[in-house]
């Protein structure tokens, strides 16, 4: 069975950092490309990043693009977004998520599997 669990979510000030992760589990991880995807307050999925199998490839939505950056290690079946230069707008609950495969499916909401979901808030 596929699981996703998300951490590192927080309270946070504008202009700080949060670190999050997702590990992974009833996959090959390694074979896999990951996502991210938020959905803030009263708003739709908004994708996020996604990383293809090996880390080799990044992308990212316009509105995180050099604030945030996606990593993997799949040797520990981890999936981890570093957060930089929070903005209020940046909260929103976060998942990581997947279609399992190795193409990489970036700019889609409507992937098949996913986690529970940390939330972000970024406040004064």
């Known amino acids: 069975e596929v699981h996703l669990v998300e951490s590192g979510g927080g309270l946070v000030q504008p202009g700080g950092s949060l670190r999050l992760s997702c590990v992974v589990s009833?996959?090959?991880?390694?074979?896999?490309?990951m996502s991210w995807v938020r959905q803030a307050p009263g708003k739709g999925r908004e994708w996020v990043s996604t990383i293809t199998i090996g880390g080799g490839s990044t992308y990212y939505a316009d509105s995180v693009r050099g604030r945030f950056t996606v990593s993997r290690d799949n040797a520990k079946n981890k999936l981890y977004l570093q957060m930089d230069s929070l903005k209020t707008e940046d909260t929103a609950v976060y998942y990581c998520a997947t279609d399992l495969g190795w193409i990489p499916k970036w700019g889609r909401n409507d992937y098949k599997y996913w986690g529970q979901g940390t939330q972000v808030t970024v406040s004064l």
């Open positions: 009833g996959f090959t991880f390694s074979n896999t490309s």
